[in-house]
C-alpha cells in the first residue's frame, strides 16, 4: 500500500481499466517530448493494454478505493519484441501513471515490486525501453541511458524511445 492505494498483480478482468488508463494518460504526458506526427501514429498502438501482460503474474496495477486505476506496469523475461534472452535479464514493461497522479511514488512502488520479483526469479539485470518523458524517472530509480532506439510498432510506424539497464 501506498497510503490509500492497493497494488496488485492485475489479471484479465483488468483490461478494460488498463485501456482507459492508457489513453488517458500517454497523450497528456508524452506530447510534450514527442512531435504530433509521432503521437498522431503511434498513440493508437501504444494505449492499448496487452493483454498476455496482464496475464502473467508480473504486471501489477495502483488503484484507489473506488477500484479506479491510478498506475500500472510490470516486467517480464522476455523483451518487449518478443524473443527469448538470457534468463538473468528482466525487461520492465508497459509503465503508466495517470496524469493526475503522477510524482505520488506509484510507478517507484510498482517497479520496486517489479525488482524484488526479477531478483527472485534469478534476474540480475532489468531493461527498459524508456520514452522519452520518462527517462528521468528511470534514471532517478537507477537505470542508465544506452541510447536511442526506434521500438517498430508496425511496418513503417516506428516510436523513438531510450533503451535503459540497471543492475539488480
Wanted: proline share 7%; glycine share 10%; with cysteine.
Amino acid at each position: 500500500m501506498v497510503d490509500e492505494i492497493l497494488i496488485r498483480t492485475t489479471s484479465a478482468a483488468d483490461l478494460p481499466a488498463i485501456d482507459t488508463l492508457l489513453g488517458v494518460s500517454y497523450p497528456a504526458l508524452l506530447k510534450a517530448d514527442y512531435a504530433p506526427s509521432i503521437l498522431v501514429t503511434c498513440l493508437p498502438l501504444i494505449t492499448r493494454a496487452r493483454p498476455d501482460l496482464l496475464r502473467s503474474g508480473s504486471y501489477y496495477m495502483a488503484e484507489d478505493e473506488t477500484g479506479k486505476a491510478l498506475a500500472a506496469g510490470g516486467w517480464t523475461h522476455g523483451a518487449p519484441q518478443g524473443g527469448v534472452g538470457p534468463r538473468d535479464v528482466g525487461h520492465i514493461r508497459h509503465v503508466v501513471t495517470h496524469p493526475d497522479a503522477t510524482r505520488k511514488g506509484l510507478a517507484r512502488a510498482i517497479l520496486q515490486r517489479s525488482f524484488g520479483a526479477a531478483k527472485a526469479s534469478g534476474v540480475r539485470w532489468m531493461m527498459c525501453q524508456s520514452t522519452r518523458t520518462a527517462e528521468p524517472f528511470y534514471r532517478a530509480m537507477g537505470f542508465q541511458r544506452r541510447g536511442e532506439i526506434d521500438i517498430l510498432l508496425r511496418p513503417g510506424i516506428a516510436f523513438p524511445a531510450v533503451e535503459m539497464i540497471r543492475a539488480l
